[in-house]
T-cell receptor
Framework: AQSVTQLGSHVSVSEGALVLLRCNYS??????LFWYVQYPNQGLQLLLK??????LVKGINGFEAEFKKSETSFHLTKPSAHMSDAAEYFC??????????????FGTGTLLAVQP | DAGVTQSPTHLIKTRGQQVTLRCSPK?????VSWYQQALGQGPQFIFQ???????QRGNFPDRFSGHQFPNYSSELNVNALLLGDSALYLC???????????FGPGTRLLVL
């Protein structure tokens, strides 16, 4: 069965500091991996996705993530945090069966706080 | 181009009642998935509709049912509401295939 583990339910960084949000996955087949962001009282917005092409994936708002098969990880990074990055971040996995839209399995989320 | 829309935005019901939530997918999308997000948790997959049929289902009881219409819009119905059904219900749309799912703003349901 697939699963996602997000280490650290709360992460606090200073404005301008590196953001690192951790995600490890478990999947019996090559996975598709996603990072979504959720601002208060809103739905989920896609930041970036990995679909078996380049292992380093660049997303919106300066975020990027690297797929490391040997470590079963897909950590999210941003070189310099901005106050507007404060939100909850969810890592998700779906199985790559190629033919159908598969359900997303989400982690429990990491709440990012950015201190001035 | 309108994104995924959901209605209503908020809803208050009492235990035992029934509720219907609605979702209109993004233009060009034919697949709708529903997720439940309890407070402080990640979204949990309820089910997915494609070609007016339920194609995949998560670990939710039969009290949760749905429908997809010919225009690809969808409804989520929950019968015999329990306090534990209080959550944010998210609809996501996509094209069929390993495509990105785009989420709506959600419907926040409170069961008293």
């Amino acid at each position: 069965a697939q699963s996602v583990t997000q280490l650290g339910s709360h992460v606090s960084v200073s404005e301008g500091a590196l953001v690192l949000l951790r995600c490890n996955y478990s999947s019996s087949v090559p996975p598709y991996l996603f990072w979504y962001v959720q601002y208060p009282n809103q739905g989920l917005q896609l930041l970036l996705k990995y679909t078996s092409a380049a292992t380093l994936v660049k997303g919106i708002n300066g975020f990027e993530a690297e797929f490391k098969k040997s470590e079963t990880s897909f950590h999210l990074t941003k070189p310099s945090a901005h106050m507007s990055d404060a939100a909850e971040y969810f890592c998700a996995v779906s199985e790559n069966y190629g033919g159908a839209t598969n359900k997303l399995i989400f982690g429990t989320g990491t709440l990012l706080a950015v201190q001035p | 181009d309108a994104g995924v829309t959901q209605s209503p935005t908020h809803l208050i019901k009492t235990r035992g009642q029934q509720v219907t939530l609605r979702c209109s997918p993004k233009s060009g999308h034919d697949t709708v998935s529903w997720y439940q997000q309890a407070l402080g948790q990640g979204p949990q997959f309820i089910f997915q509709y494609y070609e007016e049929e339920e194609r995949q289902r998560g670990n939710f009881p039969d009290r949760f049912s749905g429908h997809q219409f010919p225009n690809y819009s969808s409804e989520l119905n929950v019968n015999a509401l329990l306090l534990g059904d209080s959550a944010l219900y998210l609809c996501a749309s996509s094209s069929q295939g390993p495509e990105t799912q785009y989420f709506g703003p959600g419907t926040r349901l409170l069961v008293l």
